[in-house]
């Protein structure tokens, strides 16, 4: 069964500090790594990661897949109030486009 | 161009009763996905539908639970005689191809059975 683990599963850092969450995968067949973000409503998508050690960014937040370790890491820098949420990584198997979810990191920003 | 539009927003049901959730793709969108999200879990796959057809439903339970995605109208998902394990957040993502980047996701419909 195809399976994301994502770690931490929550996190409380200070404005302006650095954070690293991770995701890793065990799957069939990968055909992309997707990571979102989830405030009280829709996932809004972050990044789509196909090939490895290319780091995408998007202002504070960056992330880059490791295909030899089946893993990803998010970044974000200068973390702000407005990051709290909870990330998701997600990764597509290419069966129908569905993808498989990690249960998520929660992340509090405090002031 | 709204988003993807789910409704209602909230749903309280009895055990035992109907629910029907509603997902309106985003204009020009004709791939439907609808996901569970059970609480301190991550999404789930339920089902894949495109107009007309199902194309993939091997996430959803094979009793109580159906969708469909007619050729007018928004996609439903419907679940009978609903149960207490039955209290999720549904989400409903479109796309226009099955590229996962061009997915979509509405805001949600939060099942509650009491």
């Known amino acids: 069964e195809d399976k994301v683990v994502q770690s931490p599963l929550s996190l409380v850092v200070h404005e302006g500090d650095t954070v690293t969450l991770n995701c890793s995968y065990e799957?069939?067949?990968?055909?992309?790594l997707l990571w979102y973000k989830q405030e009280k409503k829709a996932p809004t998508f972050l990044f789509m990661l196909?090939?490895?050690?290319i780091e995408k960014k998007s202002g504070r937040l960056s992330s880059i897949l490791d295909k030899k370790e089946l893993s990803s890491i998010l970044n974000i820098t200068a973390t702000q109030t407005g990051d709290s949420a909870i990330y998701l990584c997600?990764?597509?198997?290419?069966?129908?486009?569905?993808?498989?979810f990690g249960t998520g990191t929660r992340l509090q920003v405090t002031l | 161009n709204a988003g993807v539009m789910q409704n209602p927003r909230h749903l309280v049901r009895r055990r035992g009763q109907e629910a029907r959730l509603r997902c309106s793709p985003m204009?020009?969108?004709?791939?439907v996905y609808w996901y569970r999200q059970l609480p301190e879990e991550g999404l789930k796959f339920m089902v894949y539908?495109?107009?007309?057809?199902?194309?993939?439903e091997s996430g959803m339970p094979k009793e109580r639970f159906s969708a469909e995605f007619p050729k007018e109208g928004p996609s439903i998902l419907r679940i009978q005689q609903v149960v207490r394990g039955d209290s999720a957040a549904y989400f409903c993502?479109?796309?226009?191809?099955?590229?996962?980047?061009?997915?979509?996701f509405g805001s949600g419909t939060r099942l509650t059975v009491v």
């Open positions: 204009k020009g969108h004709s791939h």
């Open positions: 196909t090939s490895s050690g």
């Open positions: 799957v069939t067949n990968f055909r992309s």
């Open positions: 993502a479109s796309s226009y191809d099955t590229n996962p980047y061009g997915y979509t």
């Open positions: 997600a990764v597509d198997t290419g069966t129908a486009s569905k993808l498989t």
């Open positions: 539908l495109q107009k007309e057809n199902i194309i993939d």
